[in-house]
């Protein structure tokens, strides 16, 4: 009988590793969307701000490391997009927003069903560790559990 114990212990040891796996990529998975969420809102921004701006307005444009190069502004409503694999296409500064706009809803549906997914593997895995923890704690005792 205390075999069938081992058994599930080994059983619960083997998919609470395959779960927490699991719920690592998951998490993975959301900070990269959080983090193309939070670049996209930066480019909105800056969309916003250059509404504001006038042909040939003189701009500090960032270039990383908290340097900026100065720069004029030729054409405010024009805009390079990119649209994926390496392709980017002008577009004006409303169709850019729009754009923007629909790629960050749609990740904001991503995030939601990731948090969703992450939500019932931690479920899960808090369900297996308490069965593993009553299992282990009663083999210890020398008792066999009855509804294994």
Do not use: C, H, W
Not at 79 to 102: D, F, N, P, R
Not at 118 to 140: C, M, S, T
Request: charged share 35%; net charge neutral; proline share 2%.
């Amino acid at each position: 009988m205390a075999s069938k114990v081992e058994e599930e212990l080994r059983r619960l040891s083997v998919e609470l590793r395959f779960l927490e796996q699991t719920e690592e990529a998951i998490q993975s998975r959301i900070n990269m969307v959080n983090a193309v969420i939070t670049d996209l809102t930066y480019a909105n921004m800056t969309l916003e701000g250059l509404e504001k701006e006038k042909e040939n307005s003189e701009l500090f444009v960032p270039i990383g490391s908290s340097s900026y190069i100065k720069a004029k502004l030729e054409n405010p409503d024009k805009v390079i997009v990119g649209m994926g694999a390496g392709v980017s296409i002008e577009k004006t500064l409303q169709e850019t927003k729009e754009i923007i706009k629909k790629r960050l809803e749609n990740l904001e549906k991503t995030r939601m069903s990731l948090q969703q997914q992450f939500a019932q593997v931690a479920e899960r895995i808090n369900k297996d560790r308490g069965q593993f923890e009553k299992l282990a704690a009663e083999l210890r005792k020398g008792k066999t559990p009855k509804n294994v």
